[in-house]
């Protein structure tokens, strides 16, 4: 549809949404139903109402959040994969008066990543982390990622997982509640608005803890991925509910804040 036809449209309508500051004009490029246009919105908006806007840095990887740059009005750097809170750790030390999160996926922060996520959370770092978990490669096809969860089908798992073959869902979040060095970790989902508005109360917190100086803050986020789920958006939001949060459920894990 052309801007002429949107408009000739739209003409007349409710503005309903302003559009936070720290986003451009640019459009998201994510799949129908796909959550990560709403958890961009809601760190946009977190953004704007702690005032932070002009000393921010965000840290994405390549994967669906690839273009993370092009949509945000703030400093954002793109990292190998799997090094996202490496980098963040690299400019939260040296610049440590700037406001930092890592925004990374679950193929990124809990398989290649692994390494890098682990260590920067042990160590405490004083970082903000967001950890997108739809239980698959949402990017590359839809493969199976350390997240897939038990007899579910991707295109490397056409018959499902199964645990004597690949083992079971890593459950990242409760793993690095085990060290000593997080303070605030917790799961939440973007599904309806119960959800979403729970979803911004924890990221305004986590990025609150770092203003504070209070360390590393974790704010996993389950994700529809309809495409690759084969779903149409309303049948994703009830796999979330349904399936999904039976094995990732949702609420906080640690607060030692």
């Given at each position: 549809?052309?801007?002429?036809?949107?408009?000739?449209?739209?003409?007349?309508?409710?503005?309903?949404?302003?559009?936070?500051?720290?986003?451009?004009?640019?459009?998201?490029?994510?799949?129908?139903?796909?959550?990560?246009?709403?958890?961009?919105?809601?760190?946009?908006?977190?953004?704007?109402?702690?005032?932070?806007?002009?000393?921010?840095?965000?840290?994405?990887?390549?994967?669906?959040?690839?273009?993370?740059?092009?949509?945000?009005?703030?400093?954002?750097?793109?990292?190998?994969?799997?090094?996202?809170?490496?980098?963040?750790t690299g400019v939260k030390r040296a610049r440590p008066d700037l406001n930092v999160f890592a925004y990374q996926g679950d193929?990124?922060?809990?398989?290649?990543?692994?390494?890098?996520?682990?260590?920067?959370?042990?160590?405490?770092?004083?970082?903000?982390?967001?950890?997108?978990?739809?239980?698959?490669?949402?990017?590359?096809?839809?493969?199976?990622?350390?997240?897939?969860?038990?007899?579910?089908?991707?295109?490397?798992?056409?018959?499902?997982?199964?645990?004597?073959?690949?083992?079971?869902?890593?459950?990242?979040?409760?793993?690095?509640?085990?060290?000593?060095?997080?303070?605030?970790?917790?799961?939440?989902?973007?599904?309806?608005?119960?959800?979403?508005?729970?979803?911004?109360?924890?990221?305004?917190?986590?990025?609150r803890l770092q203003k504070e100086g209070n360390g590393y803050a974790l704010v996993e986020i389950l994700s529809a991925c309809?495409?690759n789920w084969g779903m149409d958006p309303v049948e994703a939001n009830e796999r979330i509910k349904q399936e999904v949060e039976?094995?990732?459920?949702?609420?906080?894990?640690?607060?030692?804040?």
């Open positions: 549809m052309s801007k002429e036809a949107v408009a000739e449209n739209t003409a007349g309508m409710e503005k309903v949404f302003d559009r936070p500051k720290s986003l451009n004009d640019q459009q998201f490029s994510y799949c129908p139903g796909c959550h990560h246009g709403v958890i961009n919105r809601l760190i946009a908006e977190t953004i704007d109402e702690l005032g932070i806007q002009d000393n921010t840095v965000g840290t994405a990887p390549v994967g669906c959040s690839v273009f993370l740059y092009k949509w945000f009005d703030i400093d954002v750097i793109q990292p190998a994969h799997g090094r996202v809170s490496a980098v963040a193929g990124d922060f809990a398989s290649i990543g692994t390494n890098n996520s682990t260590h920067a959370a042990n160590r405490g770092e004083n970082i903000t982390v967001f950890f997108i978990n739809n239980t698959l490669y949402g990017m590359t096809g839809g493969e199976m990622a350390p997240t897939t969860l038990l007899d579910q089908k991707t295109t490397t798992t056409p018959k499902g997982r199964k645990a004597k073959d690949f083992g079971y869902p890593i459950k990242m979040s409760e793993m690095l509640a085990e060290l000593d060095g997080p303070t605030y970790i917790t799961r939440q989902a973007v599904y309806d608005v119960k959800r979403i508005d729970q979803t911004k109360k924890a990221i305004k917190k986590a990025f309809p495409i039976k094995v990732y459920p949702l609420g906080d894990i640690i607060d030692r804040s």
